[in-house]
């Protein structure tokens, strides 16, 4: 069979290849065909994007290598509060113009007015839980301007920003709103209002007007949010005191762990589930050092995410040489912070249990205070159970009592 192909190949007339080239004659790019003849029948043949010794394929592309990211780019941390700046949108122009149809030469002004801008309201959400989504700059959509036919622009679509329960607006330090039910909207800005067509100026004794104002421009302003409630319990420490492996141990939250300090630059949310289908919220907060309360090492921006938490958790290295002086400098840093602080409903927890001369430490450390003190390995898992119990105890205290320090409700999260 291959035989006789080969052999119609090599018996086919030579009057194709001069059809080809009176077909394709007078054309521009010319390429050389090659047919399964001697080298004296190739001859050059005219044609225009035509290759027939170029494989009948395209291009196979690499699949491009996606950059792998380290854990500590794949986290995402948590937001308390947040500077924004709101623009509404500006009001459309008014219309002049006169209507114009045959046999109607005095028709009148049918100059329409311009639409109203958007307006911006800050909407609070239960679903919402932090404000990491919330952007630094909103913008209304603008009125559409009026037209001839007494035809009114369209006002500008109104923009909504949704933020967690529990928002408290400012402006210059000046308390404007507290957003603490489902559903409860502030308007923040107002939309410019539209300009008037000259249909608007029509009366007795001005019957042809051709006066037609400007929309008014979108109201601007610079407002702080900020989260009355980050979590419900804080984990409080010195850098690499573990409160980050902690939080991994106790929830399903991944904060970055390595080997030196300052790991946590932003606060991770963890939340704690029961069975009871409660839920507690944990924050680590990014380790203070001595001198905080003056903004040493970011100290101030520290400091203000463990006053937003109900309760707190005194989390304690014992692998330092003197756990129990790293007890008094937190107290300490937290009540010249805000007077009070450190007083709130705490556990103290001892990590890093796993250490060989973490016993004897630990001994010593409950020789010298009379609170109740929780040693867990945060690495190993060791008495985490005891921990999460003593959650659920401060948590329901907390719910049985006033709730929110500054006299809101519970947050249930």
């Not at 090492?297 to 707190?312: M, N």
């Not at 016993?359 to 945060?378: G, H, M």
Request: with cysteine.
């Amino acid at each position: 069979m291959l035989a006789t192909l080969s052999r119609v190949r090599l018996r086919r007339p030579a009057d194709r290849l001069l059809g080809v080239t009176s077909l394709l004659a007078g054309k521009e790019l010319t390429v050389d065909v090659r047919c399964q003849r001697p080298v004296a029948w190739r001859r050059q043949v005219p044609c225009k994007y035509v290759s027939t010794t170029a494989p009948l394929r395209a291009k196979v592309r690499a699949n491009p290598k996606k950059k792998e990211f380290s854990e500590k780019k794949l986290t995402r941390h948590f937001v308390d509060h947040r500077s924004v700046r709101l623009v509404s949108g500006s009001g459309g122009n008014g219309a002049c113009s006169f209507h114009s149809e045959p046999r109607k030469e005095w028709g009148g002004p049918d100059g329409g007015n311009g639409g109203d801008g958007g307006c911006i309201f800050i909407k609070a959400d239960r679903s919402v839980k932090s404000l990491v989504h919330v952007g630094p700059v909103y913008r209304a959509e603008d009125g559409q301007s009026g037209s001839s036919k007494n035809c009114y622009g369209r006002n500008g679509r109104p923009t909504f920003i949704c933020v967690p329960t529990g928002t408290v607006v400012k402006e210059q330090g000046r308390m404007l709103v507290d957003l603490s039910e489902h559903g409860q909207e502030y308007l923040a800005v107002f939309g410019g209002s539209g300009g008037k067509g000259n249909r608007f100026f029509l009366s007795n004794e001005n019957r042809a007007p051709v006066t037609a104002t400007q929309g008014n421009e979108g109201q601007e302003r610079v407002l702080h949010l900020e989260l009355r409630t980050m979590a419900h319990a804080g984990l409080v420490g010195f850098p690499n005191a573990g409160k980050s492996s902690l939080l991994r141990a106790i929830s399903n939250a991944r904060p970055a762990v390595a080997a030196y300090p300052f790991t946590t630059l932003n606060p991770h949310v963890g939340i704690v589930k029961y069975r009871d289908h409660e839920q507690v919220a944990v924050a680590d907060i990014p380790g203070i050092i001595q001198g905080a309360h003056l903004n040493r090492g970011l100290g101030i921006s520290f400091l203000r995410h463990i006053e937003r938490c109900r309760f707190l958790l005194f989390v304690v290295d014992l692998s330092s040489p003197e756990p129990w002086t790293q007890l008094q400098h937190l107290r300490y840093e937290l009540d010249q912070y805000e007077p009070g602080l450190s007083q709130r409903p705490h556990a103290i927890v001892a990590n890093k249990t796993d250490l060989p001369e973490a016993r004897e430490k630990l001994q010593t450390l409950k020789s010298r205070v009379s609170q109740r003190i929780i040693p867990v390995s945060a690495v190993t898992g060791h008495n985490t159970e005891e921990l999460i119990l003593h959650l659920r105890e401060l948590y329901d205290s907390y719910l049985q009592g006033d709730g929110d320090m500054q006299g809101g409700k519970p947050t249930r999260w």
